[in-house]
């Protein structure tokens, strides 16, 4: 493999996986479309790729497309011959709203079918081109213009959105913490959604496989359900610090000051529906991290 476009690829994996994570909501699925891009260059004449980025963008957008395609989501909805485009919608108006929304954007995005989602992640938050965005879609520049611009009025009009509070989410986050590190098995489970799911990347797993000597508990790829994910993090996240992850609310282990592990938290209310723990150090390294 020519190490140049091994290089190129890095270069552009940071922009690749905040691509990936906004249209999927989930950090370890974001790594994985980002590695079938990667695997699908590599087998592809990257000599006859003009365009190498957004060449990138869109064999990732379709790998996207197919997993949210695969899940039990929102399903597509046609769209009117004379749907029209909302009065006043500049592309300043359309920034504003995607800095706006903030931690509640991925929450909303779950509301939107696969195409409607596609189309306002590259076009709104990452200033795609409706013509580069269409054949991702199968539709006209027209028709994937018609499908952000639902989006944009349903995100707009959602009750999710106007209800979502970053500071109520900040405060769920860091009682989990601070009940992780008392080891309070109790108001972990009270902190959690009955159904909620803990993942973790093949980093973390190995490597919590590979402490088990020092007495680190094992870590599985995915634990469902209140108590069980309360069971593997109770205790675990004693030195982990209050932390905005791609301005959402989580936590960060972070020695020196410098990200190791990521724990990112989907809070749906006043309880947690979903963490991800991410120690692989190229998606940790593309994540924008603040810590509190």
Same mark, same amino acid.
């Given at each position: 493999? /020519?190490?140049?476009?091994a290089?190129?690829?890095?270069?552009?994996?940071?922009?690749?996986q905040?691509?990936?994570?906004?249209?999927l909501g989930?950090?370890t699925?974001?790594?994985?479309?980002?590695?079938?891009?990667? @695997?699908?260059?590599?087998?592809?004449?990257?000599?006859? @790729?003009?365009?190498?980025?957004?060449?990138l963008t869109t064999?990732?957008?379709?790998v996207?497309?197919?997993?949210?395609r695969?899940?039990r989501?929102?399903?597509?909805?046609?769209l009117?011959?004379?749907?029209?485009?909302?009065?006043?919608?500049?592309?300043?108006?359309?920034?504003?709203l995607?800095?706006?929304?903030?931690?509640?954007?991925?929450?909303?995005?779950?509301?939107?079918?696969?195409?409607?989602?596609?189309a306002?992640?590259?076009? /709104?938050?990452f200033a795609?081109?409706?013509?580069d965005?269409?054949?991702?879609v199968?539709?006209?520049?027209?028709?994937?213009r018609?499908l952000a611009?639902?989006a944009?009025r349903r @995100?707009?009009?959602?009750?999710?959105?106007?209800?979502?509070?970053?500071?109520?989410?900040?405060?769920?986050?860091?009682a989990?913490?601070?009940?992780?590190?008392k080891?309070d098995?109790?108001?972990?489970?009270?902190?959690?959604d009955?159904?909620?799911?803990?993942?973790?990347d093949?980093?973390a797993?190995?490597?919590a496989?590979?402490?088990? /000597?020092?007495?680190?508990?094992?870590?599985?790829?995915?634990?469902?359900?209140?108590?069980?994910?309360?069971?593997?993090?109770s205790?675990?996240a004693?030195a982990?610090k209050l932390?905005?992850? /791609?301005?959402?609310?989580?936590?960060?282990?972070?020695?020196?000051g410098?990200?190791?592990?990521?724990?990112?938290f989907?809070?749906v209310?006043n309880?947690?529906?979903e963490i991800?723990?991410?120690?692989?150090?190229?998606?940790?390294?593309?994540?924008?991290?603040? @810590?509190?």
């Amino acid at each position: 493999m /020519d190490q140049d476009l091994a290089a190129q690829f890095e270069a552009s994996r940071p922009r690749l996986q905040s691509v990936a994570y906004r249209m999927l909501g989930s950090l370890t699925e974001a790594e994985d479309a980002v590695q079938e891009t990667w @695997i699908r260059l590599s087998r592809s004449d990257a000599d006859g @790729i003009d365009n190498l980025a957004g060449w990138l963008t869109t064999v990732l957008s379709r790998v996207c497309l197919g997993v949210l395609r695969s899940r039990r989501t929102r399903p597509e909805q046609p769209l009117e011959p004379d749907e029209p485009e909302p009065d006043g919608t500049s592309p300043e108006d359309e920034a504003l709203l995607a800095d706006a929304l903030g931690p509640a954007l991925l929450l909303v995005l779950d509301t939107l079918g696969p195409s409607e989602r596609l189309a306002f992640v590259l076009h /709104d938050l990452f200033a795609v081109p409706f013509e580069d965005v269409a054949p991702i879609v199968g539709r006209s520049p027209a028709a994937a213009r018609q499908l952000a611009s639902r989006a944009r009025r349903r @995100i707009q009009g959602s009750d999710e959105v106007r209800s979502a509070s970053r500071r109520r989410q900040q405060e769920v986050v860091a009682a989990f913490l601070a009940a992780s590190r008392k080891g309070d098995f109790e108001a972990l489970v009270a902190l959690l959604d009955p159904d909620a799911v803990l993942r973790a990347d093949r980093a973390a797993v190995e490597s919590a496989a590979a402490n088990r /000597d020092q007495g680190a508990p094992l870590l599985a790829p995915a634990v469902r359900g209140a108590e069980a994910v309360a069971m593997a993090l109770s205790g675990r996240a004693t030195a982990a610090k209050l932390a905005l992850i /791609d301005s959402t609310p989580g936590a960060v282990w972070a020695p020196a000051g410098r990200p190791r592990a990521v724990f990112a938290f989907h809070v749906v209310g006043n309880t947690i529906a979903e963490i991800e723990i991410v120690t692989e150090p190229a998606v940790v390294a593309a994540l924008r991290v603040e @810590i509190l």
